[in-house]
């Protein structure tokens, strides 16, 4: 079948009108033996084009473990194999695209988590909490005048704000908020209406 545009996709609940079975997921995988499908992954990507084209994605950005996701649960959705041996030969199919990439000299990230922005981070919230904390202890016994008091004061209050990432509400009444007060304000009228 062709596309023809847009429009060309199943409607929701349409595959609950068609024959059951009739999807390739839905019968009995071609391969059963995980040595067989670890063998014909690593057959169709162990070509010198499939490795190019991999390690092109890879210098482009993006993470190593979507691709290799998207390589085992397109062949759960032909049929050649189901989902938990597809689970099974994954990090095979990693170690495996990441070793033949690296030796072509691009450098793989393995699945886009920065570890050294997410420990930043972890180290931030800590001094905080931390500065959070020797505030509450010390700020009825320091003078109100102390200039470190108030520049750890001022970073903790900067800290609070940038956790929450929200700027504060308006006051302003928008348009919204008048048209539900006009609707509250009317009674209902009719036959079933209740008083």
């Known amino acids: 079948m062709a596309y023809t545009g847009p429009f060309d996709r199943p409607i929701p609940g349409?595959?609950?009108t068609t024959e059951p079975k009739n999807s390739p997921w839905e019968q009995p995988p071609q391969m059963a033996e995980l040595e067989e499908v670890a063998r014909y992954y690593i057959d169709r990507i162990a070509d010198d084009d499939v490795i190019d084209d991999m390690a092109a994605m890879c210098q482009s950005g993006?993470?190593?473990?979507?691709?290799?996701?998207?390589?085992?649960?397109?062949?759960v959705a032909k049929g050649l194999h189901t989902i938990d041996a597809g689970l099974l030969v994954a990090p095979?199919?990693?170690?495996?695209?990441k070793a033949a990439i690296t030796d072509m000299g691009v450098e793989v990230d393995d699945d886009g988590i920065d570890l050294q922005k997410r420990a930043d981070e972890k180290e931030k919230q800590r001094f905080y909490a931390l500065a959070s904390a020797y505030l509450e202890r010390n700020l009825s016994q320091a003078d109100s005048n102390d200039p470190g008091m108030q520049m750890i004061q001022e970073m903790v209050e900067e800290g609070q704000e940038?956790?929450?990432?929200?700027e504060e509400?308006?006051?302003v009444e928008g348009?919204?908020?008048?048209?539900?007060?006009?609707?509250?304000?009317?009674?209902p009228m009719g036959l079933m209406a209740k008083g």
Do not use: C, D, R, W
Not at 162 to 166: L, T, W
């Open 14 to 16: 349409q595959s609950l």
């Open 62 to 75: 993006v993470p190593l473990a979507p691709l290799v996701e998207t390589i085992y649960m397109t062949g």
């Open 92 to 97: 095979m199919i990693h170690s495996f695209l």
């Open 162 to 166: 940038e956790a929450s990432g929200e």
């Open 169 to 171: 509400p308006n006051e």
């Open 175 to 187: 348009p919204e908020e008048e048209m539900q007060e006009e609707m509250t304000q009317e009674k």
